[in-house]
């Protein structure tokens, strides 16, 4: 049925169409392929005003993106922008080892690390050819890695960073967890 209503809405290449969270309940592939379809309408002319509270929705189609209340306006670049740069994430095979991975990352991150459980977060205070100096501290001192990465922000951390809180925690008269789009 799902298809279905957004296959009627689609059909028409309105000059102006308005979704409510158009991918909701879809499978990825079909996802991905209502994704297509929307690019295609925009590339033709349409404008697009749509709400989502998939963050990655927002940064693959989003020319512009309001957050809540106006609190937050620009591209998805623009937005990341806001939060930092890149940052290293790093999950430890041992939880032994996270004190001495916290101090080193520490000292090569523009800010002190994220701990949650094995894993550490933590933004990169230079080049990104710091995470092959962090990684070869963390071998001379026997730190097994379980998984390591040079990240960018997502929209998910603009999120977090412009509210300060999850979704599940803002006030319920203030719809901050929907980003609205505009793809023009």
Same mark, same amino acid.
């Given at each position: ?10 059909? %028409? ?9 158009? @991918?909701? *309940? ?6 991905? &392929? ?10 033709? *002319? ?20 309001? !957050? ?6 620009? @591209? ?8 930092? +740069?890149?940052?290293?994430?790093? @999950? ?18 523009? +800010?002190?690390? !994220? ?6 977060? %933590? ?39 412009? @509210?300060?809180? =999850? ?13 609205? &789009? &505009?793809? =023009?």
């Amino acid at each position: 049925m799902r298809r279905l209503d957004l296959a009627g809405a689609l059909v %028409a290449e309105a000059p102006v169409l308005f979704l409510d969270e158009p @991918t909701t *309940g879809l499978d990825p592939r079909s996802r991905a &392929e209502l994704w297509d379809v929307i690019r295609e309408l925009v590339a033709r *002319g349409s404008t697009l005003l749509l709400t989502t509270q998939y963050m990655e929705e927002a940064d693959q189609l989003a020319d512009d993106i309001v !957050h809540g209340r106006r609190i937050a306006q620009g @591209t998805a670049d623009e937005l990341k922008s806001m939060v930092g +740069g890149e940052r290293i994430e790093l @999950t430890i095979s041992d939880e032994a080892d996270l004190e001495t991975t916290r101090r080193s990352l520490s000292r090569y991150s523009a +800010g002190d690390p !994220h701990v949650d459980g094995r894993s550490l977060i %933590a933004p990169i205070s230079g080049e990104p050819y710091m995470l092959t100096d962090v990684l070869q501290e963390l071998a001379g001192n026997n730190v097994r890695l379980a998984d390591v990465g040079l990240r960018k922000p997502t929209l998910d951390d603009v999120f977090l960073t412009l @509210t300060g809180r =999850a979704a599940e925690a803002v006030a319920p008269d203030v719809e901050q967890d929907e980003i609205l &789009e &505009e793809v =023009a």
